[in-house]
Structures are given as C-alpha cells and as structure tokens.
C-alpha cells in the first residue's frame, strides 16, 4: 500500500525489499523527494502545450535524454506516452525512412501491447489474430536450447543477402521479459555491422533495460553499440507517471 526508497509496505505493515521495482519502472525508489517537488511544481506551473508548439520544458527533456544518449547532440526526439508508443513510431519511423516494410525481431522479445508493438514482439497471441504483418524473427541466441548465436546471426545474413524489403533490425538489448537474457558479447556488435553493411536500421528498444537498470544509462552502452532508433519508457521517471521517448538520428528524421 505504500513505500519509500527500494522498501515497500503491505496492508498489515509489513516490510518488503523492493526487487520488482514496479515491473522495471523504479529505477530511483518511491516517494523520491526531487521527483516529488518537480510534480507539484509542475502541477502549478505547467499547462498542455499542442505537439505543434514547443514547450520550454519538453525541449530541455529532450536535450537532456539526447546528451545522454551514444551520439550526443546527433539524435531527435520524439516525446511520447509509454514505451509502446515508443516502440510503434521507431517502427513507423523505420518504414517511413527507408521505404521498405520489413522489420527483423527475435522470437519470444516483449515490445507492448499496442498492435504493431505486440505484433513486431510476443504479445499478439490467437484471440489476438490477425496480427499485423511485415515481420520476420529469428531464434533467440540460447545454449539452454542450443540455439547459437553464430547460427542466428547467419541467419539474419543470408536474409539480407536474399530480400530487398527489410527496413529495419529491432529488439531488446537484454531479453528482459523472455527471462533476463544476456546475449552472447559478440551478438549484437555483429548484427549491428550486418545492418551497416546492407542498409539497414538498427534498432535498440530500451524500455525496460534502459534509464540506469543494467548500471549504464542505456543498455546497449555495454557492447558500444549506437543506435539508428531509441525506444524509452517505463524507467524514464521512475514509475511516478507514464512517458516514453523515441530518439532517431538526423539521417531518420530528414
């Protein structure tokens, strides 16, 4: 029923340690006293501001996550309401960009809710269908299941290598929802030179591992890897309102 820092309580008083975090939101603790002041100021101060003006406030957010990001001061940013809105505009963005319509995934990935989202991930189930199209997925590197990632990095070759239409390359850095995997050290700087070498964008949704959780403000930071498209959300405040971002370099936002 309540909480403070990584400590939460129950209804009969008692004391949890905080591991959930508020299902990868809370990445400060609760009842932060900085994030406190900044929301009532803003619930005195600040009004809604249309996206077809600029926002003071909006634009030094936005400064503010691109100075973090791996090209600093080379990123656009696009302020949206959680991080399947995130993950759906880098797909737009993507398609748009490009001309092609095809995005690769990995199998098993969670990406949202929202239909291109759930569609490009693992949430479009049966009672869902018909999911939308436009999607291929590969295996996800596993040595539980003998999946490598040399093969699964084949794989994404020899489709580049065969087809015209892929847009884009999108996943998570570390598998979070699929159960907390890390990929192999070389995985993702290989798929990310395939990408370069035909074309093709690199994606990096950053929703759930990104904003400080895995000890770097966004995961991928850990293979130096750098991003065409940015997905953010969940961890971006902390768990104490819902916002997600989107950040595209120039070449994607011209």
Sequence with gaps: VSGNGCVLR???????????GGWCVSTIGWQHPAIATAIQQALTTS??????CRSTDQQAFAETLVAHSPLPNKLRT????????AVEFAI??????????????IEGVYHGHTYGAASVGRACGPNMEPCLTGF???????????????????QFKKLLETR???AAFLSEPIWSNAGIYVPPADFYPQIEQLCREHNVLFIMDEVAVGCGRTGKWLASEWWGLTPDIICMG???????????????TEAVYQ
Excluded: Q, W
């Design 164 to 166: 015209t239409d892929i």
């Design 234 to 248: 969940k961890g971006i405040t902390g768990g104490y309102g819902t916002l997600g971002a989107t950040l595209v």
């Design 10 to 20: 129950d209804d009969h008083g008692k004391k949890y340690l905080d591991f959930l």
């Design 47 to 52: 009004v809604y501001i249309p996206a077809v």
């Design 78 to 85: 696009y302020r949206c309401t959680s991080g399947s809105e």
């Design 136 to 154: 291929i997925k590969l295996p996800m590197p596993n040595a539980y299941r003998a999946v490598t990632a040399e093969s699964v990095i084949a």
């Design 92 to 105: 737009k963005c993507a398609r748009a960009s490009t001309h092609k319509p095809t995005i690769v995934s």
